[in-house]
């Protein structure tokens, strides 16, 4: 039975990828930070819809070096074996980029860049020693494109990127793939502070007219997870705004 570790699961595209992995047959580990709740409440749903599956909920703050090589020895302590890792721990912060401080980009890409890092360095090896494995990190289109009001929220996702590109062709020879799903406008809780205004501008500027949602992209995320062929590509899952 394959594994999988999610991070920034408690919520939003991490608890739905969750969902779509234990509903693939997937083992899962439920990474979060400060839900500690909501991680739980997560991980009974999953041992109560899937009894055969091995599903834990564990706290990790993944820009912690130190705390992301904990979590993935206990994962291989549960599991035996890590084949998926899912970096989607993120965070946002909407602000003019001459208010923007030192501590906002240490926040945001400490979170948003050096925690895919750190979370992924701290997995890789244990992949290296089975010769196989499969990274999906999740950045957003505006690490493609860019945003206003966004600039430290763009730039660490664009590194997102610009990391699993550049990790594709050094781990691909080890049959390990790397790739990136970038969303768009989704129905997450991080998109809660946007106006209606702003939520029907988006919309209307989205070629399918709406709003993606969770489980849309973590089903993207899953086939990312289990194909063999694809590596060093960043799917935009954004119902056609970018284009």
């Known amino acids: ?40 409440a997560l991980r009974q749903e999953i041992k109560e819809k899937f009894p055969s599956l091995i599903c834990e909920a564990y706290k990790c703050d993944v820009t912690n070096f130190e705390d992301c090589e904990k979590m993935i020895n206990f994962a291989l302590s549960i599991f035996g074996k890590i084949d998926v890792l899912v970096a989607n721990a993120g965070i ?48 957003s289109i505006w690490g493609v494109s860019g945003a206003a009001l966004e600039s430290l929220y763009s730039a660490s996702k664009a590194g997102v990127i610009g ?36 939520k029907e501008m988006f919309s209307s500027e989205t070629s399918l007219g709406r709003f993606g949602t969770p489980r849309e992209v973590a089903e993207t995320i899953l086939f990312l997870a289990t194909q063999k062929y694809i590596t060093g590509q960043t799917i935009v899952v954004d119902g056609g705004y970018l284009m």
Do not use: H, W
């Not at 739905?16 to 739980?40: D, H, M, P, Q």
């Not at 925690?115 to 290296?128: E, F």
């Open 1 to 40: 039975m394959k594994s999988v570790i999610i991070t920034g699961a408690s919520k939003g595209i991490g608890a739905e990828c969750a969902r779509v992995f234990a509903e693939n047959g997937f083992n899962v580990l439920i990474n979060y930070k400060t839900s500690e709740r909501e991680a739980f």
């Open 92 to 139: 946002s912060q909407p602000k003019l980029f001459i208010d923007t401080s030192d501590d906002d980009f240490d926040r945001v890409i400490g979170t948003n860049l050096k925690g895919v890092y750190n979370i992924t360095k701290a997995t890789v090896p244990s992949m290296l020693s089975n010769k196989e494995g499969n990274i999906v990190a999740v950045s």
């Open 163 to 198: 990391l699993c590109s550049a990790l594709s062709k050094e781990l691909g020879p080890s049959n390990i793939l790397v790739n990136c799903v970038a969303p768009g406008a989704i129905e997450t809780e991080m998109n809660k502070n946007l106006s209606q205004e702003e």
